[in-house]
């Protein structure tokens, strides 16, 4: 038969494929799988997003957003019980300067007091600083930053990302990759991976210059914890508090030519989202705390991240400092009824926010990708 | 869904980088983890199920406990042993399809012993009294066990299999779901969901049932000529 003259080959190829990879013991399969990332990265792979895009810019208009939006549920109606319902929530609070989203980058430190599981200190942890330096300084380059500056124009209609007027721009020479320097290990937040930034970037930095990034993504705190076992050669992270404590515990290596180990280059706007007819009347709060102080006082539902990522952490500077909520779960005990600590992504939350009619802290890239999403779905 | 299921055709047809690669390096590690763990795990289970030695009953057990060991937990392990300061950091396997297919076998090997042994253990004492009859020899003995338990075998490999394709706790742990290097369907729907991507998400997760629905008619096929 031939289907079983297929699988024999499938089998045969599977396993003299493993026994290479497993006598290359890693490193040169890793090459391998290398080069055909970095060409692959190299042909940039369009987003489905982009059929949506005219839609996304509609709707980043806040004022058309209701109507696109009851459009869109009273056609829809039927479906919204399928489980992807249509977006009920849309963005009811955005560009207040506390919710100023400050992307920083941070070279991990190769002589950072690193420490095993068991709190031992542990030597000899192989960092690639010299990568990690020329993807900085490409990054706060003004090539760099420009690009950066354009990306969501042509996907949402509008710039996702400014870059912050006292961003360092480097204007020195580049490092090439070379043979032990090639691979870069990007530790970054789920917001800015989700937004497809990097995607966006990278390949035009990995084509020029020859390196290969390879980019993890977490909450920061975890994308931070990732560079403190010694599994990243650089930060790309959103929570100032979070990355002064890596500094401070000598993580962070500052490179010759900035000011600090911590190089805040860009930003946008957290938006505070909510159900269209708005029970908790945010749209009329002064200030984004006045906004989050009238949700707690009314117990309106909120979804948090709860999962102590950079919008986690930034939430929980926003409401009523006598609640006394932090990003420690303990601290939420007394509102369960309302506040939903979730630890999930922001996706997961945007969705559970969506069918609990709740308020949510999101991301504008995230949120913009949703609505694109969902207003897909169900056309 | 059904412009999820739209969507997903048309992801397949457009033939894109993307998914591709992600397809071939699920594929690669699933079979990988999956044949490995085979391997390893059915003469171990023709142990269990055909030998009698002390501690026996204590492996089976032992063995059966494993069986259950939770994906999360085995990726854990891996990871601190793998990670840029833990004991096998010199391997450089986090990060790699090579830590995900270690990962993977040393959740596979139990279920392939386990259930290899559940199988042999019920045609063992009469094979091996019909091999004493005819003066067969140890090595000959064994090979007739293997022989006899093949149909079960190719179960086994298309359950172990489906374990590897379905896996999500411990490759996202030691693969990190690098993009166009370790990032397979399911922690691609993972994230997917998690960045409010869901139609890629449901795509992607019409694309590994399909993955599955292929390799298990293979698998069914090959059993079929068996028993014939």
Redesign the interface.
């Given at each position: 038969?031939k289907?079983?003259k297929?699988?024999r080959v499938?089998?045969f190829l599977?396993?003299g494929?493993?026994a290479a990879?497993?006598c290359a013991?890693?490193?040169s399969?890793?090459d391998s799988?290398?080069s055909?990332?970095a060409s692959?990265?190299a042909?940039k792979?369009?987003s489905?997003?982009s059929a949506a895009g005219s839609s996304a810019a509609v709707l980043a208009e806040s004022s058309a957003v209701s109507e696109a939006i009851s459009a869109a549920e009273s056609q829809t109606v039927s479906e919204a019980a399928?489980g992807?319902g249509s977006v009920g929530i849309q963005i009811l609070y955005e560009k207040d300067d506390d919710m100023k989203n400050t992307y920083s980058l941070e070279a991990v430190n190769p002589d950072a007091p690193?420490?095993?599981?068991d709190s031992n200190p542990?030597d000899g942890?192989?960092?690639n600083s010299e990568g990690a330096k020329a993807l900085i300084h490409w990054l706060t380059s003004e090539e760099g930053e420009k690009l950066g500056a354009s990306y969501g124009k042509e996907k949402f209609g509008e710039s996702l990302f400014t870059v912050l007027e006292k961003a360092p721009v480097y204007k020195g020479e580049i490092a090439k990759a070379e043979e032990g320097t090639k691979t870069i290990?990007l530790s970054t937040t789920?917001s800015v991976?989700?937004s497809g930034l990097l995607?966006y970037l990278l390949p035009v930095f990995e084509k020029e210059y020859g390196y290969d990034v390879?980019?993890?993504?977490a909450g920061t705190g975890k994308a931070i914890a990732a560079a403190e076992?010694?599994?990243a050669d650089l930060i790309l992270v959103h929570s100032k508090k979070q990355e002064e404590a890596f500094i401070e515990a000598g993580y962070s290596m500052k490179l010759d030519g900035y000011d600090a180990e911590r190089i805040s280059f860009m930003y946008n706007y957290f938006v505070l989202c909510g159900p269209s007819d708005d029970p908790a009347k945010v749209r009329e709060a002064a200030t984004v705390k006045d906004a989050f102080k009238k949700i707690a006082d009314g117990k309106y539902p909120f979804v948090s991240r709860g999962d102590k990522s950079g919008t986690h952490s930034k939430e929980v500077t926003l409401w009523p400092e006598d609640l006394g909520i932090t990003t420690d779960q303990e601290s939420i005990a007394n509102y369960t009824d309302w506040y939903n600590y979730s630890n999930?992504?922001?996706?997961?939350c945007?969705?559970m926010a969506n069918e609990k009619n709740a308020y949510i802290l999101s991301d504008k890239a995230?949120?913009l990708?949703?609505v694109a999403?969902?207003g897909?779905?169900e056309? | 869904m059904g412009s999820a299921l739209r969507e997903a055709l048309q992801m397949i047809l457009s033939g894109s980088s993307l998914l591709g690669n992600i397809v071939v390096v699920t594929l690669r590690m699933s079979l990988a983890s999956s044949l490995i763990a085979l391997a390893a795990g059915v003469p171990l289970g023709v142990l269990y199920g055909s030998a009698s030695f002390p501690g026996r009953k204590i492996l089976l057990i032992l063995n059966r406990t494993f069986m259950g060991f939770p994906p999360v937990v085995c990726g854990l392990l891996c990871y601190l042993m793998f990670s840029g300061v833990g004991p096998l950091r010199g391997l450089k396997l986090l990060y790699t399809v090579e830590g995900m297919i270690v990962a993977q076998v040393l959740l596979l090997i139990p279920i392939a012993a386990g259930m290899t042994e559940s199988s042999v253990e019920a045609i063992a004492p009469a094979v091996k009294e019909t091999c004493r009859g005819m003066g067969l020899n140890r090595r000959r003995t064994l090979t007739l066990i293997i022989r006899e338990s093949r149909y079960q075998i190719v179960t086994i490999y298309i359950l172990a299999l489906g374990r590897a394709l379905a896996e999500v706790g411990a490759v996202s742990i030691v693969g990190g779901a690098i993009a166009y290097k370790t990032n397979v369907m399911t922690t691609a729907i993972m994230n997917d969901t998690g960045s409010g991507d869901f139609k890629t998400a449901l795509a992607l997760g019409i694309i590994l049932f399909l993955l599955y629905l292929v390799l298990t008619i293979l698998s069914s096929a090959l059993q079929g000529r068996m028993k014939r």
């Open positions: 038969m289907e079983n297929m699988k499938m089998a599977m396993a494929l493993l990879g497993v013991c890693g490193s399969a890793a799988s290398a055909s990332a692959a990265a042909s792979p369009q489905t997003v399928g992807v690193f420490k095993d599981a542990v942890v192989a960092i290990r789920t991976n989700d995607d390879e980019v993890a993504s076992a010694g599994n999930a992504g922001m996706g997961a945007l969705m995230t949120f990708t949703f999403n969902e897909n779905v056309s | -």
